[in-house]
């Protein structure tokens, strides 16, 4: 059998295809590997370069390391703005292997509402490196935490990570003049420098955080470290220190800004506090004040919508921006114009019926007393208030001479330092009426100007400047919130400062101190209920404003519009009148009454900062403010 | 006419005739039906791949052991069928070949899914068993079986069978879906086919056809395969996904450089960027650590094992041993081409390990069986009756 399929088949002939076939197998078994040896070759050799770098960068990565931010003192070295230790939930989403079920079981343990989840997802994609951390959530609780803790072998991935986190502890008293920081967003992140800020989430947003930003914040340093796939820190290979942001030492002093805060007593209004001499600003309030605390972590919607549309204006910093007709505030700074003008001398008098008249006009412009304060020198107007002097000064000024003593005070100016968002208000010129409307400038104009109404605006923070700057005699020194950048003391010579206003006679300042002082004590002084018991001698000026609304579009019922439509009350002071230690400007919205109400602030003030252990009484000034219905004060 | 034959045989390899008509002494690697030429490349092979491994595997001497360990077995297993005569084997190839394919359609109704796919059949409590690991040996024995009995170069007829029993099993096992094993089946009987003398016209025709279908096969692609092809094409395309193998195991690789970074120090390999490190891309920390001269090593040390291989098959005694021999050390090397091949980034990702290197028990015995096979029929030559 074997031999006839041996005779069918041909064994010579397939040993022959046999070992031709396997002869080319060999052939084609010796290209193949070939190929792989010139393939090995290729990424050994050739590329070798290339393939080294990328294993290197594979293996090293170089971490950030973010710079603590400077702390915030208060000129007695009262913490302001901390930083907390907080805990942080991030997540890795190459170490995750089901994102979903993750996410939901995160949301259950931090006790979230299921729609977090979704915001958790857009976070989770936010950060495009693989094995980076995304940040999911700040300022864990330690409830949440324990939970995490528990069950953090179900949740590969997930970190809690320590940050440190900015805290603000008096926050609604700190909040206009502090500022705040907040996460840095899209727009900030293409300005800022990208090495300066690596590993940065925050940013000064607004007053002192964010004008010393660039101190504050200091240099993030890096260091190299090996990884493995997984992103794990293997080892450091090399590092640089962070350079951590420097104190700030402030003017503020807590305990003065507080009482600010106390005294408005949740009334809108804003509190401004000087150091004439060196324009150190000791209190610099806004109220109502919000907390800033939420704008660190990220405020949600509904909060931030309540204080949006809150009708006191929480988020408006009143005493930079707030834009208030300075009423009678400023008749002592027109007198002085009048002096170093020759308009007038300090005996000079002003017959007042009860109105002024232009030439060739019929129209009156009335004093706020009906039947006029006959004849007034210059102290008595001031003491008076007395309209009609000051209407007569200001047409003999003119609206151009007006404008440019004004000036010199620093009105329609940004006069502050370093006080960020600081609006210029506005002190009216031909110029700018030209440029506003089109129109040319009416002498009526000039008259209204002259009692601080008119298109005059001033913020609290100008008005107490100028306050200062007539307590030094004319000398100029810009008003600052920081005394001292790390260890570096801010020079009292500031740039930029405005010229120091001269008068031809020295004296001249007294005499508008004797005008300022009668305002308190003297027996017509329209805050002389204000002045009772004075420990020192003090000047000051009332003044009220006619409303102007701060927000447009309001919806409110009438018993809100009556109270909102009240005047507004003012005051502005400094003492003591030998070495003044204290300048002020005080402005209560809507407060009705003439400027008593304001008086009593300013008063309440310089007593908490002249005189020791003055423990002021809160209650004891309420009761004052509800009895003193301002029957004897005029503007 | 079977003298003629023999005296070529003879002359092609030369062996000393029988002293005085007395059997000529057989040496003791004779007696034990080995190669020792064939043994001592694969040891040192085994040897080269423990270090490897040790590295590979995060310096764990488990894993190393328990491959050592593995390796007994396939030397016990390859020494056992070494003993077998050719004979033997002609006889088992189909009872096997019906027995592997019964399996396969066992797996396909009732097997166990591991890693996304059905590969395996399980008796409870006695074994896990991969028949396709079966068929990468019954299928060559059975092909060679069929066509050493027709007559060569063979017919169109007989290609219409040997295409049946090709087919069915690849069929079966590259719907485990299993691509790798189904290639190096599939290579294995092709193999046989084309040691035994298809004509140039058939391979060409074959190759217009394959290319023709190439369309049809790429629609019943399972979507992982087809994004293995995708990212083979343009590994940055999906480099934290699909790509991030390939694009890691050119990295170590590249960065080996010349001479390496030197055993346990390649960062790819030690720090995990490498996956699957010590089992498909095994090769990428050889190059990593030892560099273009390991990796040039233990192509040669693969070049010689086939060449000694293909040698031996040469010298068979008749067609079917031939075929057979072929076969089993060709597809030895579509191990070695397609596995480096795909982790130097110029095949797409199929999952076929590094002969004797990778980490694996199944695969290492069904190789070593293969070698058992090839000796037994080298070993036996002289015992065939004339």
Redesign the interface.
Same mark, same amino acid.
């Given at each position: 059998m074997r031999k006839t399929?041996?005779? &069918?088949?041909?064994?010579?002939?397939?040993?022959r295809?046999?070992?031709m076939?396997?002869l080319l =197998?060999?052939v084609l078994?010796?290209a193949?590997?070939g190929?792989?040896?010139g393939?090995? =070759?290729y990424?050994?050799?050739v590329?070798?370069e290339?393939?080294?770098t990328?294993?290197?960068k594979?293996?090293v990565r170089v971490e950030p390391l973010p710079p603590t931010r400077g702390l915030i003192y208060d000129r007695n070295g009262v913490l302001l703005a901390e930083n907390r230790p907080t805990y942080n939930l991030t997540l890795v989403r190459?170490r995750v292997d089901d994102l979903d079920a993750t996410l939901a079981l995160l949301v259950e343990l931090l006790e979230l509402p299921d729609e977090e989840a979704e915001a958790f997802r857009v976070r989770s994609r936010q950060r495009q490196r693989?094995f980076q951390p995304a940040l999911l959530m700040s300022d864990l609780d330690e409830a949440q935490i324990a939970r995490l803790a528990v069950n953090r072998h179900l949740l590969p991935g997930v970190e809690v990570e320590a940050q440190l986190l900015r805290y603000y502890p008096d926050a609604e008293v700190m909040a206009h003049a502090l500022g705040y920081v907040g996460r840095i967003n899209a727009e900030e992140l293409q300005t800022l420098d990208a090495g300066r800020y690596a590993g940065t989430h925050f940013i000064g947003k607004t007053g002192v955080e964010r004008y010393y930003e660039d101190a504050l914040h200091g240099q993030a340093g890096l260091r190299k470290v090996?990884?493995?796939?997984?992103g794990r820190v &293997?080892r450091e290979l090399g590092r640089t220190d962070p350079v951590p942001g420097q104190n700030l030492t402030l003017t503020l002093d807590k305990q003065l800004q507080t009482l600010a805060y106390e005294l408005l007593d949740g009334r809108r209004g804003s509190i401004v506090a000087i150091v004439p001499a060196t324009g150190e600003i000791l209190a610099m309030v806004s109220a109502p004040g919000f907390d800033s605390n939420q704008f660190v972590t990220g405020i949600d919607v509904a909060s931030y919508r309540a204080l949006q549309e809150d009708l006191d204006l929480p988020l408006y910093n009143r005493a930079i921006r707030g834009h208030y007709p300075p009423g009678s505030t400023i008749k002592p700074f027109l007198a002085l114009a009048g002096l170093a003008e020759g308009v007038i001398t300090p005996d000079k008098t002003v017959f007042d019926p009860g109105y002024y008249q232009l030439p060739n006009d019929s129209r009156r412009y009335r004093n706020w007393l009906r039947w006029g304060h006959g004849r007034v020198d210059m102290e008595r107007s001031i003491a008076v208030s007395n309209n009609t002097y000051y209407y007569s000064l200001a047409h003999d000024l003119g609206i151009d001479r007006l404008h440019e003593n004004m000036d010199a005070f620093g009105f329609g100016q940004r006069v502050g330092h370093d006080v960020f968002g600081e609006s210029t208000a506005l002190m009216p010129s031909r110029d700018w009426k030209r440029g506003r409307f089109n129109q040319p400038w009416y002498p009526g104009e000039t008259l209204s100007v002259g009692i601080g109404q008119g298109y005059w605006q001033v913020t609290p923070l100008q008005l107490a400047t100028a306050t200062a700057v007539l307590a030094n005699r004319g000398e100029w020194v810009k008003p600052r919130l920081a005394s001292r950048i790390g260890d570096e003391p801010v020079p009292l010579d500031l740039p930029e400062t405005p010229e120091d206003i001269t008068l031809s006679n020295d004296a001249w300042w007294d005499r508008i101190y004797a005008g300022m002082e009668k305002v308190l004590t003297g027996s017509e002084g329209t805050a002389r209920r204000t002045g009772v018991g004075l420990e020192y001698r003090m000047g000051g000026k009332s003044g009220t404003a006619q409303v102007f609304s701060l927000g447009q579009d309001q919806k409110y019922n009438a018993e809100e519009l009556a109270e909102r439509l009240r005047d507004h009350a003012l005051f502005m002071a400094f003492a003591p009148l030998e070495e003044p230690q204290i300048a002020v400007s005080v402005i209560v919205e809507n407060a009705g009454g003439g400027s008593t109400h304001a008086a009593h602030l300013a008063r309440a003030m310089t007593d908490a900062w002249l005189l020791e252990d003055e423990e002021p009484d809160i209650e004891e000034l309420r009761e004052v403010l509800e009895n003193d219905d301002g029957s004897v004060a005029g503007n | 006419? +079977?003298m003629?034959?023999l005296s070529?045989?003879l002359r %092609?390899h030369p062996v000393r005739p029988p002293a005085s008509g007395i059997a000529r002494r057989r040496s003791l690697w004779e007696r034990l039906h080995l190669d020792p030429w064939l043994l001592a490349m694969l040891l040192v092979l085994m040897v080269a791949g423990l270090a490897v491994l040790y590295s590979a595997s995060g310096q764990r001497p488990a894993a190393v052991t328990a491959q050592a360990l593995r390796f007994g077995v396939a030397l016990v297993v390859m020494f056992l069928i070494a003993q077998l005569s050719p004979t033997t084997l002609l006889r088992w190839a189909l009872p096997v070949y019906l027995a592997g394919v019964l399996m396969l359609v066992a797996v396909e109704l009732v097997g166990d899914m591991g890693m996304g796919a059905q590969r395996w059949l399980v008796i409870p409590g006695v074994i896990r068993f991969q028949p396709s690991e079966l068929m990468k040996l019954a299928m060559p024995l059975m092909v060679a079986a069929y066509l050493s009995?027709?007559?060569?170069?063979p017919r169109l007829r007989d290609l219409a069978v040997c295409a049946l029993i090709i087919g069915v099993p690849v069929a079966l096992i590259a719907r485990q879906p299993d691509l790798g094993t189904s290639l190096l089946v599939g290579s294995a009987a092709v193999?046989v086919v084309?040691? %035994? !003398?298809l004509s140039w016209r058939f391979i060409l025709g074959l190759g217009v056809l394959a290319a023709a279908a190439l369309p049809l096969l790429w629609m019943n692609l399972h979507n992982y395969q087809r994004q293995r092809v995708l990212t083979f094409l343009d590994p940055n395309s999906d480099p934290?996904g699909s790509g991030w193998n390939i694009i890691?195991s050119?990295? +170590?690789? !590249?960065?080996?450089?010349?001479f390496g970074k030197g055993w346990l120090q390649g960062?790819?390999s030690q720090?995990?960027?490498?996956p699957e490190r010590h089992t498909d891309f095994i090769v990428a920390v050889l190059?990593?650590e030892f !560099?273009?001269v390991g990796?040039?090593a233990v192509?040669l040390l693969?070049?010689l094992i086939?060449?000694r291989g293909?040698w031996l %098959?040469?010298g068979a005694q008749?067609?079917f041993g031939?075929?057979v021999a072929?076969s089993i050390i060709?597809t030895f090397?579509i191990y070695?081409?397609v596995n480096?091949?795909m982790v130097?980034?110029?095949l797409p990702v199929v999952g076929v390990p590094l002969p004797l290197v990778s980490y694996g028990g199944t695969s290492s015995v069904t190789l070593m069986a293969g070698f058992g096979i090839l000796m037994a029929i080298h070993a036996h030559r002289r015992l065939l009756p004339r």
């Amino acid at each position: 059998m074997r031999k006839t399929r041996q005779n &069918l088949k041909s064994p010579e002939q397939e040993l022959r295809i046999f070992r031709m076939r396997a002869l080319l =197998a060999v052939v084609l078994v010796f290209a193949l590997t070939g190929l792989l040896m010139g393939r090995l =070759a290729y990424l050994q050799v050739v590329q070798h370069e290339v393939y080294s770098t990328r294993s290197e960068k594979n293996r090293v990565r170089v971490e950030p390391l973010p710079p603590t931010r400077g702390l915030i003192y208060d000129r007695n070295g009262v913490l302001l703005a901390e930083n907390r230790p907080t805990y942080n939930l991030t997540l890795v989403r190459e170490r995750v292997d089901d994102l979903d079920a993750t996410l939901a079981l995160l949301v259950e343990l931090l006790e979230l509402p299921d729609e977090e989840a979704e915001a958790f997802r857009v976070r989770s994609r936010q950060r495009q490196r693989p094995f980076q951390p995304a940040l999911l959530m700040s300022d864990l609780d330690e409830a949440q935490i324990a939970r995490l803790a528990v069950n953090r072998h179900l949740l590969p991935g997930v970190e809690v990570e320590a940050q440190l986190l900015r805290y603000y502890p008096d926050a609604e008293v700190m909040a206009h003049a502090l500022g705040y920081v907040g996460r840095i967003n899209a727009e900030e992140l293409q300005t800022l420098d990208a090495g300066r800020y690596a590993g940065t989430h925050f940013i000064g947003k607004t007053g002192v955080e964010r004008y010393y930003e660039d101190a504050l914040h200091g240099q993030a340093g890096l260091r190299k470290v090996e990884t493995n796939a997984r992103g794990r820190v &293997l080892r450091e290979l090399g590092r640089t220190d962070p350079v951590p942001g420097q104190n700030l030492t402030l003017t503020l002093d807590k305990q003065l800004q507080t009482l600010a805060y106390e005294l408005l007593d949740g009334r809108r209004g804003s509190i401004v506090a000087i150091v004439p001499a060196t324009g150190e600003i000791l209190a610099m309030v806004s109220a109502p004040g919000f907390d800033s605390n939420q704008f660190v972590t990220g405020i949600d919607v509904a909060s931030y919508r309540a204080l949006q549309e809150d009708l006191d204006l929480p988020l408006y910093n009143r005493a930079i921006r707030g834009h208030y007709p300075p009423g009678s505030t400023i008749k002592p700074f027109l007198a002085l114009a009048g002096l170093a003008e020759g308009v007038i001398t300090p005996d000079k008098t002003v017959f007042d019926p009860g109105y002024y008249q232009l030439p060739n006009d019929s129209r009156r412009y009335r004093n706020w007393l009906r039947w006029g304060h006959g004849r007034v020198d210059m102290e008595r107007s001031i003491a008076v208030s007395n309209n009609t002097y000051y209407y007569s000064l200001a047409h003999d000024l003119g609206i151009d001479r007006l404008h440019e003593n004004m000036d010199a005070f620093g009105f329609g100016q940004r006069v502050g330092h370093d006080v960020f968002g600081e609006s210029t208000a506005l002190m009216p010129s031909r110029d700018w009426k030209r440029g506003r409307f089109n129109q040319p400038w009416y002498p009526g104009e000039t008259l209204s100007v002259g009692i601080g109404q008119g298109y005059w605006q001033v913020t609290p923070l100008q008005l107490a400047t100028a306050t200062a700057v007539l307590a030094n005699r004319g000398e100029w020194v810009k008003p600052r919130l920081a005394s001292r950048i790390g260890d570096e003391p801010v020079p009292l010579d500031l740039p930029e400062t405005p010229e120091d206003i001269t008068l031809s006679n020295d004296a001249w300042w007294d005499r508008i101190y004797a005008g300022m002082e009668k305002v308190l004590t003297g027996s017509e002084g329209t805050a002389r209920r204000t002045g009772v018991g004075l420990e020192y001698r003090m000047g000051g000026k009332s003044g009220t404003a006619q409303v102007f609304s701060l927000g447009q579009d309001q919806k409110y019922n009438a018993e809100e519009l009556a109270e909102r439509l009240r005047d507004h009350a003012l005051f502005m002071a400094f003492a003591p009148l030998e070495e003044p230690q204290i300048a002020v400007s005080v402005i209560v919205e809507n407060a009705g009454g003439g400027s008593t109400h304001a008086a009593h602030l300013a008063r309440a003030m310089t007593d908490a900062w002249l005189l020791e252990d003055e423990e002021p009484d809160i209650e004891e000034l309420r009761e004052v403010l509800e009895n003193d219905d301002g029957s004897v004060a005029g503007n | 006419m +079977a003298m003629i034959d023999l005296s070529r045989v003879l002359r %092609a390899h030369p062996v000393r005739p029988p002293a005085s008509g007395i059997a000529r002494r057989r040496s003791l690697w004779e007696r034990l039906h080995l190669d020792p030429w064939l043994l001592a490349m694969l040891l040192v092979l085994m040897v080269a791949g423990l270090a490897v491994l040790y590295s590979a595997s995060g310096q764990r001497p488990a894993a190393v052991t328990a491959q050592a360990l593995r390796f007994g077995v396939a030397l016990v297993v390859m020494f056992l069928i070494a003993q077998l005569s050719p004979t033997t084997l002609l006889r088992w190839a189909l009872p096997v070949y019906l027995a592997g394919v019964l399996m396969l359609v066992a797996v396909e109704l009732v097997g166990d899914m591991g890693m996304g796919a059905q590969r395996w059949l399980v008796i409870p409590g006695v074994i896990r068993f991969q028949p396709s690991e079966l068929m990468k040996l019954a299928m060559p024995l059975m092909v060679a079986a069929y066509l050493s009995r027709r007559e060569l170069p063979p017919r169109l007829r007989d290609l219409a069978v040997c295409a049946l029993i090709i087919g069915v099993p690849v069929a079966l096992i590259a719907r485990q879906p299993d691509l790798g094993t189904s290639l190096l089946v599939g290579s294995a009987a092709v193999f046989v086919v084309l040691l %035994a !003398g298809l004509s140039w016209r058939f391979i060409l025709g074959l190759g217009v056809l394959a290319a023709a279908a190439l369309p049809l096969l790429w629609m019943n692609l399972h979507n992982y395969q087809r994004q293995r092809v995708l990212t083979f094409l343009d590994p940055n395309s999906d480099p934290l996904g699909s790509g991030w193998n390939i694009i890691q195991s050119t990295t +170590a690789i !590249g960065s080996g450089g010349v001479f390496g970074k030197g055993w346990l120090q390649g960062t790819q390999s030690q720090l995990e960027f490498l996956p699957e490190r010590h089992t498909d891309f095994i090769v990428a920390v050889l190059g990593e650590e030892f !560099g273009l001269v390991g990796m040039l090593a233990v192509l040669l040390l693969y070049l010689l094992i086939i060449t000694r291989g293909l040698w031996l %098959a040469a010298g068979a005694q008749d067609t079917f041993g031939r075929l057979v021999a072929g076969s089993i050390i060709l597809t030895f090397f579509i191990y070695v081409f397609v596995n480096v091949g795909m982790v130097s980034g110029i095949l797409p990702v199929v999952g076929v390990p590094l002969p004797l290197v990778s980490y694996g028990g199944t695969s290492s015995v069904t190789l070593m069986a293969g070698f058992g096979i090839l000796m037994a029929i080298h070993a036996h030559r002289r015992l065939l009756p004339r």
